[in-house]
């Protein structure tokens, strides 16, 4: 019973939610790719992609380090 029941939270909320949030990460940093290219000639417009670049960077990082972390626990529990 509650192996379903985690199980059920797992793939109905957690895991949407890391993807959503996966792509959420990627695409800042797309936008900083975007802004860092489209403001070349102006340093501090350059710093501010590079800022969203690396955020978004950490973003997609953090994503994918819990969908690990839920894999280890699934194995570890046997669920």
Request: net charge negative.
């Amino acid at each position: 019973m509650l192996d379903n029941f985690i199980e059920a939270v797992l793939v109905e909320i957690i895991r949407p939610a890391t993807v959503l949030l996966f792509v959420v990460a990627l695409a800042y940093f797309l936008w900083g790719m975007v802004e860092f290219i489209r403001n070349a000639s102006s340093n501090s417009n350059r710093e501010d992609g590079k800022q969203h670049m690396l955020w978004g960077v950490i973003g997609m990082f953090i994503m994918a380090s819990a969908a690990g972390i839920i894999t280890v626990i699934k194995g570890t529990f046997g669920l």
